[in-house]
T-cell receptor, first 113, second 118 residues
């Protein structure tokens, strides 16, 4: 069955450093991959999308890479700030030509001032 | 833009009660909406895909008679948890995707409903 894996342990970094979150998937060939941010008690908020034919995507301090050979996506936040503290979810989709997304369990990021 | 409103945000009720949760797309039309369930520190589990004007598509293991979904208009989908029991207590989240967009377009999420069954 399809499996999406994200680091279950929280990532704890110092303000100003770059945070790197990993998303690995198995038994799945997504056409794209989306990243979302979720704050406690709230719904996820869309951040970035990267397609299977794209290696890298950037948006302000965010960067996403997509390696279909390794079946992995990396999510980077540069110059991290305490306000970046949240849970980040990866969601591959399009592998079955439907609109469905399959969410990973998320990685909690804590940025210390 | 692309705001999804989910109501109520919190429900506490007795076992055996049926609970209705509403999901509205405020500034766009949504042919397709999704209902998820999320346990503490766990990922979103897709329960069903709600299609405007037709029957919902349920994921394997989700009881359709337990979780009734109605998507009667392009801006509203409802989830009714029938005869709720304590094991149905959870965080329920809906999302919507804008009609007429490519399949890879993001889903817009509501802020969830915290359901507690006593």
């Amino acid at each position: 069955s399809q499996k999406i894996e994200q680091n279950s342990e929280a990532l704890n970094i110092q303000e100003g450093k770059t945070a790197t979150l990993t998303c690995n998937y198995t038994n799945y060939s997504p056409a794209y991959l989306q990243w979302y941010r979720q704050d406690p008690g709230r719904g996820p908020v869309f951040l970035l999308l990267i397609r299977e034919n794209e290696k890298e995507k950037r948006k302000e301090r965010l960067k996403v890479t997509f390696d279909t050979t390794l079946k992995q996506s990396l999510f980077h936040i540069t110059a991290s700030q305490p306000a970046d503290s949240a849970t980040y979810l990866c969601a591959p989709g399009g592998g079955d030509s439907s609109y469905k997304l399959i969410f990973g369990s998320g990685t909690r990021l804590l940025v210390r001032p | 833009g692309a705001v999804v409103s989910q109501h109520p945000s919190r429900v506490i009720c007795k076992s055996g009660t049926s609970v209705k949760i509403e999901c509205r797309s405020l500034d766009f039309q949504a042919t397709t909406m999704f209902w998820y369930r999320q346990f503490p520190k766990k990922s979103l589990m897709l329960m069903a895909t709600s299609n405007e004007g037709s029957k919902a598509t349920y994921e394997q293991g989700v009881e359709k008679d337990k979780f009734l979904i109605n998507h009667a208009s392009l801006t509203l989908s409802t989830l009714t948890v029938t005869s709720a029991h304590p094991e149905d207590s959870s965080f329920y989240i809906c999302s919507a995707r804008e009609s007429g967009t490519y399949s890879n377009q993001p889903q817009h999420f509501g802020d969830g409903t915290r359901l507690s069954i006593l």
